[in-house]
Nanobody, 126 residues
Framework: QVQVVESGGGVVQQGGSLRLSCTVS????????MGWFRQVPGHEREGVSC????????YYADSVKGRFTVSRDNAKNTLYLQMNSLKPDDTATYYC???????????????????WGQGTQVTVAS
C-alpha cells in the first residue's frame, strides 16, 4: 500500500520561504515521476511542479516559475519543494503524489497521479 506524507507547511510572511517535504513508501520511489499540487477550497487542484524519476526533467507552473524549486532524494524516498518569495496567492493546501505508472512523463494534470496524501497547509500573510 502506497503512503504519502507531506510536511513543512506553516504560516509565513509575504516574501518569506518554506520548504515542503513529501515522504513516500510502498513503491519504488526512484521509478516514479512525482508531482506537487495545491488546492484552495472551492477551486480545482492545480499542478505546481513535477520531477522525473531521476530528477533530469522538471516542470513548473507559470505562477511559481523562478520562485519554487522541486528536488528529490531517491535514497530517502523524499520529494522537496523549496518555495521562495512567497505571495498571498500561494496560500493553499499543498499535496504531493506519485505518477499513476512508473516512468510517466512529467505532467501537471492531477488525473495522472495517484495515492494522495493529506496535504500540508501553507498560509502566506500579507
Amino acid at each position: 500500500q502506497v503512503q504519502v506524507v507531506e510536511s513543512g507547511g506553516g504560516v509565513v510572511q509575504q516574501g518569506g520561504s518554506l520548504r515542503l517535504s513529501c515522504t513516500v513508501s510502498g513503491l519504488v520511489f526512484s521509478s516514479y515521476t512525482m508531482g506537487w499540487f495545491r488546492q484552495v477550497p472551492g477551486h480545482e487542484r492545480e499542478g505546481v511542479s513535477c520531477i522525473s524519476p531521476r530528477g533530469a526533467t522538471t516542470y513548473y507552473a507559470d505562477s511559481v516559475k523562478g520562485r519554487f524549486t522541486v528536488s528529490r532524494d531517491n535514497a530517502k524516498n523524499t520529494l522537496y519543494l523549496q518555495m521562495n518569495s512567497l505571495k498571498p496567492d500561494d496560500t493553499a493546501t499543498y499535496y504531493c503524489a506519485p505518477s499513476s505508472r512508473a516512468y510517466a512523463v512529467c505532467s501537471a494534470s492531477f488525473s495522472e497521479y495517484t495515492s494522495w496524501g493529506q496535504g500540508t497547509q501553507v498560509t502566506v500573510a500579507s
